[in-house]
């Protein structure tokens, strides 16, 4: 068995076997079962050794080594080298986690094997704690600012002031055992804030810190480190040795990364059936999730929210039906807000809830279907509302929950109602304020308590009478906001006396409070005065509003604000509008009258030229109030914030409204369904002709696709492959590229095979590679454009810390997603083989024809599948080294990716061994391409957990599992068809 084919066959089907139970161990009872009965169990270790020694035999048994095995030894010297470092790994290196709070020193490490200590040879001081984070509030990056001491008294410095961030490691030589540890930013905790349990201990009687945070370090030593990176070089150089050391293969992959480097951008845009020009209007930079968009952007996922489209064909009260683009609409809901009281707005097209619950028509006098229905139809029915309190009752008593079809739609519709509430709220005084008004009044009462109980402040109160005046004035504005908050009849104008009273109060108290010894007091004071400004802005903010300016909100540039704290940094469109002079004197007042008396044109006018005197006149105000910005009294100031949230230099939203107009990956995939139509119909009279126009069309659809990821590259700054919508668009637009140069490759090869045929019969006999590259486009696009909004997060948006690093991104996700195209061509033509095995004709107990040149054609692909999935894996693991401290730490996506890697390699092999035939290539490439969904779809979207599980989502379970088992019952009943004519006289 050592050394032989067959025995590595066996070997890496009981490794794929053993991985694959580890995961489902730790996706039912967690990491440490599985590592303690899987990963780190004698029975498993004893199986990676014979597999080492089935390598090792493999390479005694060729010796002496000849040129043509160079590739073969490269290969398996690599396995080696790898297994020998993963050992070294185990037997010798060190994981552990170092916890150090801000201000102090830690030298105690926990092992995450036993959870014992490691007494490390130097200490860590965290000097100070970086957490930046977006507009909108996420994490976007953090870091420990420390000094390295050893362990005398007094401490000398060995390395002051380093940093230690995500993706950027620090190396610590230990000085009692000359170990090189390397420390990482695994987490943080924090920050513990003045008047939060803890804190006082946490300060030990330090006035000066306004904040604590605990960050927590991986510390690494792995003896074993470099011989991994050299055996993971090396198994990759010896697979490209022994599959693509021809001339061809640099054409091949040069031609696949130019594609992605050039981008050819052909924009046009449709005319607006509007007479009204909304350029100007749509082009308007606004806040939304925590970046500047065009309003264009902000509109249309409202719009897609409360309408269930971004262009909705609406029923308007007079009867008569209007196609609205997003932007208009959103501006006639600002502008008009009660004509669309009445109106049918709200989507709704399910017919039990139509006709069960909102007892409404399900069609119109013409006959038309009825997709929507008005706000008020949603307010006066009783039995919505007694629906929709089970349901929350139900979904707090059952944490697995899972709404019925009906209670979807259901959810939905309160969901599109609420976006509208919100988003159309108008400020009048004779209605309570928004619901988020209660919210932030719990927060002023809070900040209130806690500087009230802090003991030097009330130390402070007593003793000086200012403070203790400017106490008792908000302590009394405070009492009469929270009784009239009670009260039936609330509305706004009873609440504002109290809640001015209230900021003014507070804003005297942070001016009296500001002691730089005393930092924790500033704090106090300092948070009050914030919740008390927020309180008042909050009677004109709803929290989800259209926010067109920056506003003057010292708390939402705070370094450290909290992220589940919903403040923005942006004025919302009722406060710029409506907001009175006592809440809006902070701002510039002409250019703010200017916006008002703009705003009001345009309402009444709603002409081209009063929406761009509009624009112009917002962009005046947002430009004013920089300076006004710029002077804030912020107590953390985050200059990077500050700039991220000024008002951006005109054209700055152009490319994003660029993006929404050319729709590019919609034209894409009509493209490519287009192209599929053309090269499937290139039979006959008219094949050449076909074939070229559906050539020609792919290249067209894999056009549109690059632009559209170049263009949201280019809005984020990022490499678009951050999410589960752009890793499957790129697969589209390299699987298109790939099929299309597959099927031209005759023409530029020096040689044909046969030289009584024609390159372009050649290229003809080769037409189903095309057709794999264009359904795989198309499919994939239709996917990215259509599936559910928790499976394909479209949006631009907020991205995961760990993911801001584009050298990874454009080595490591770029290659596992050409892999992952390159695994999906070979399954379109392994199913094209498995339906000639069922359904071809066999003569003399031999598989119909085609089925040796298709099994041909998949070893072809599989091979640079199993190129790319090997250099992917290898990078992959190289980037989780350097952002995890682990080169290799069995996570399950890790894990999922290696044994995909395997099932393609174990196939191979069995196909030497003979084990394989034809038959068993078509096989592997299902299998191949189900434990690559496995690997991207199942991990996330099934198991949710690991270090992976910032990419973890939800839906198309059904979807996805039905599909495989449809692709299940093919291939068995493929393989009984065939066994059955092999096996009859």
């Known amino acids: 068995m050592v050394g032989s084919l067959r025995g590595a066959v066996v070997l890496l089907a009981l490794c794929i076997v053993a991985m694959a ?38 390479l005694l048994a060729r010796l002496p080594w000849s040129r043509r095995w160079s590739g073969f030894v490269v290969a398996h010297l690599g396995v080696l080298v790898l297994l020998v470092g993963c050992f070294l790994t185990h037997r010798f290196g060190v994981e552990a986690q170092l916890p150090v709070f801000e201000g102090r ?53 060995l390395m002051a002031d380093a940093t230690i961030a995500l993706n950027a490691p620090l190396d610590v030589v230990d000085p009692r055992d000359g170990r090189t540890y390397r420390l990482f930013q695994s987490s943080f905790s924090g920050p513990w804030k003045p008047g939060d349990p803890g804190f006082d201990q946490l300060a030990r009687g330090d006035r000066s810190r306004d904040q604590i945070f605990l ?57 607006e059936s509007s007479p009204v020009d909304w350029t100007a209007w749509q082009r308007l930079p606004a806040m939304s999730e925590g970046r500047i968009v065009p309003l264009d952007t902000f509109a249309r996922r409202a719009v897609e929210t409360i309408c269930g489209s971004e262009t909705p064909t609406l029923t308007l009260p007079d009867g008569s039906r209007r196609t609205f683009s997003a932007a208009e609409l959103l501006f006639d809901w600002l502008a008009h807000p009660k004509t669309w009281e009445n109106a049918a707005v709200l989507t709704a097209a399910d017919p039990v809830l139509r006709r069960d619950v909102l007892k409404l028509p399900l069609v119109d006098a013409n006959g038309r279907p009825l997709h929507h229905v008005s706000p008020k139809d949603v307010e006066n029915c009783d039995e919505l509302v007694r629906l929709w309190g089970l349901m929350q009752d139900r979904a707090k008593a059952d944490e697995h929950f899972r709404p019925s079809p009906l209670e979807s739609h259901i959810k939905r519709l309160i969901d599109a109602y609420d976006r509208f509430r919100l988003l159309t709220f108008t400020p009048d005084a004779d209605k309570p304020p928004p619901e988020r008004f209660a919210a932030r009044l719990d927060r002023a009462a809070e900040a209130w308590r806690r500087l009230a109980a802090d003991v030097p402040c009330a130390q ?4 000086d009478p200012a403070v203790r005046q400017s106490m008792v004035q908000a302590g009394a504005a405070l009492q009469k906001l929270l009784s009239l908050a009670h009260a039936e009849d609330m509305s706004r104008r009873k609440l504002e006396p109290a809640v001015d009273a209230f900021c003014t109060a507070g804003r005297r ?17 300092a948070e009050l005065l914030r919740q008390t400004s927020e309180l008042q802005m909050a009677l004109y903010d709803t929290g989800y509003s259209l926010r067109l300016v920056p506003a003057l909100n010292p708390g939402a540039l705070e370094a450290n604000r909290s992220p589940d704290d919903d403040v923005s940094p942006w004025l919302s469109f009722q406060a710029m509008i409506d907001g009175d002079a006592t809440r809006m004197r902070n701002y510039p007042q002409p250019e703010l009258m200017a916006v008002r008396a703009a705003w009001k044109n345009a309402v009444d006018q709603t002409s081209s030229s009063a929406l761009a005197r509009f624009a112009d006149a917002v962009a005046a105000l947002g430009h004013a109030v920089e300076p006004a910005r710029q002077q804030l009294t912020i107590q953390n100031r985050d200059a990077r914030l500050l700039a991220e949230t000024a008002y951006p230099r005109p054209g700055a939203t152009d490319r994003e409204l660029l993006y929404n107009r050319l729709d590019p990956f919609r034209w894409a995939w009509i493209v490519s369904l287009t192209s599929l139509v053309a090269l499937l ?15 020609g069309l792919t290249v067209v659809a894999q056009g549109f696709t690059a632009v559209g990821l170049v263009l949201r590259g280019l809005i984020v700054g990022l490499v678009p492959l951050t999410g589960m919508f752009e ?25 044909t095979v046969d030289r009584s045929v024609s390159r372009m019969q050649c290229v003809l006999e080769r037409r189903v590679f095309a057709v794999a590259g264009a359904a795989v486009s198309f499919v994939a696009l239709a996917l990215a454009c259509y599936a559910p909004a928790t499976v394909m997060h479209r949006n631009l948006g907020a991205v995961a810390p760990i993911l801001r690093d584009n050298f990874w991104l454009a080595v ?111 096989m592997a490439a299902v299998l191949g391409a189900a434990a690559i969904l496995c690997t991207w779809y199942g991990v996330n979207f099934l198991m949710g957990s690991g270090l992976h599980s910032y990419g973890a989502g939800a839906g198309g379970q059904w979807q996805v599992s039905s599909a495989m088992a449809l692709q299940a019952v093919f291939a068995i009943a493929a393989a009984f068809r065939c066994r059955i004519e092999r096996n009859t006289p």
Request: with cysteine; aromatic share 14%; net charge positive.
């Open 215 to 271: 960050s927590r370090l991986s510390v690494n030593y792995d003896p074993g480190r470099w011989l991994k990176y050299v055996g993971s070089v090396m198994v990759c150089l010896g697979i490209a040795m022994i599959y693509y050391l021809r001339r061809w293969l640099v054409g091949q992959t040069a031609a696949a990364w130019m594609l992605m480097a050039i981008g050819t951008v052909g924009v046009g845009q449709a005319a």
């Open 509 to 525: 108290l942070a001016s009296l409070l500001t002691n730089p010894s005393d930092r924790v007091a500033t704090a106090l004071a």
């Open 727 to 751: 890793t499957v668009v790129f697969v589209a637009l390299y699987a298109g590229v790939l099929g299309v140069w597959y099927v031209l490759w005759p023409l530029w090869r020096t040689s």
């Open 460 to 463: 402070r109160i007593r003793r």
């Open 812 to 922: 490591h996700v770029v290659t596992i997603m050409m892999s992952y195209a390159s695994g999906a061509i070979a399954l379109i033509l392994g199913d094209v083989s498995l339906g000639y095995y069922l359904f071809g004709r066999y003569v003399d107990h031999r598989p119909p024809e085609p089925c040796r040149r298709l099994a041909e054609f998949i070893d072809t692909t599989l091979r640079i599948t199993v190129l790319l999935l090997a250099v992917g894996t290898a990078l992959g693991a190289f980037w989780a080294d350097k952002a995890w401290g682990r080169f290799w730490a069995w996570d399950p996506k890790e894990v999922w990716a290696l044994i995909s890697l395997f099932v393609y390699l174990l196939i191979l092999h069995a196909r030497h061994v003979g084990w394989s035939g034809d038959f068993g290539m078509a």
């Open 21 to 58: 139970w580890g995961t489902w161990v730790e996706h039912r009872r967690g990491a440490e079962a599985a590592h303690a009965e899987v990963y780190g169990a004698w029975w498993f270790l004893t199986l990676w050794t014979l597999l080492g020694f089935n390598v090792l035999g493999a």
């Open 681 to 695: 119909a290139a039979v006959g009279r008219f094949q050449r002709a076909l074939f070229w126009t559906g050539i």
């Open 105 to 157: 020193e830690a030298h105690a490490a926990v092992r995450e094997s036993d959870h014992s200590e490691l007494d490390l040879g130097f200490q860590i001081r965290l000097k100070q704690f970086r957490r930046k984070l977006d507009p909108g509030g996420a994490a976007s990056h953090y870091s420990s600012l420390v000094d390295v001491l050893d362990r005398h008294m007094p401490p000398r410095v």
